[in-house]
């Protein structure tokens, strides 16, 4: 794999990673909640859903679910129901001052589970290793190396990207302290992430 190469798939990762959608829409959602004490629960479940990703697309799901279109419906409408059901989970969420927050158990399995989820289920995550992912691989090179620093990189890139809007969203939190503010934060979180189901509806193979 040449640098260049390995160039280009990291800017593509971090074109991915950065911009706005499913996954750091619930990134900032679960911090402006928390806080810092989600930052933790909050990368390493990005991070496996990442995984999952990636190990679905080395393992060949992509052709998979290209021959079997119930296997594609059943896993895309799948998808498209929780990302509904967290976007309307937040749009009901109710608000507290920022100090009542700190005090509330922090529930980090739930947390690292539905930042899993919607890291695995995200359209655009499965999209592009499903398609891009393998344009980087020489053929005329050793296959399980050049995985192997592809992964790691977009696994640094996604942890980085996490932390960014994790870090973001706790120094809004401490300035977002109208409960108007914050209930109007977790409608429009709510609506993407019912935008985000409903794209995923459509998706096509």
């Known amino acids: 794999m040449t640098i260049e190469t390995w160039l280009s798939f990291t800017l593509a990762a971090m074109m991915l990673c950065i911009s706005p959608g499913p996954t750091q829409l619930l990134v ?3 911090s402006l909640t928390y806080g810092k004490r989600s930052v933790v629960p909050l990368i390493l479940g990005v991070l496996s859903g990442d995984m999952i990703a990636m190990s679905l697309s ?10 079997s279109a119930t296997l594609f419906a ?17 749009w009901r969420a109710k ?3 920022a100090e009542d927050a700190d005090k509330t158990p922090l529930a980090s399995g ?7 989820l919607v890291t695995a289920l995200n359209p655009k995550g499965i ?3 499903m398609a891009f992912f393998p344009l980087f691989i020489d053929t005329a090179q050793a296959y399980l190396p050049q ?3 592809l992964a790691i990189s977009f696994l640094l890139v996604s942890g980085l990207s996490v932390s960014f809007y994790s870090l973001f969203a706790g120094q809004l939190r401490q300035k977002v302290q109208s409960p108007k503010l914050q209930t109007g934060f977790n409608k429009i979180s709510g609506a993407m992430l019912i935008g985000a189901g409903a794209l995923t509806a459509t998706m096509q193979k």
């Open 95 to 97: 608000t507290a001052k």
């Open 147 to 149: 995985v192997s620093v």
């Open 58 to 67: 080395v393992l060949g799901l992509g052709a998979v679910l290209a021959l």
């Open 74 to 90: 059943v896993l895309k409408y799948l998808g498209a129901a929780y990302l509904c059901y967290l976007g309307i989970k937040a």
């Open 127 to 129: 999209i592009f290793f």
């Open 28 to 30: 900032m959602g679960q």
């Open 110 to 116: 739930a947390i690292f589970k539905e930042a899993l």
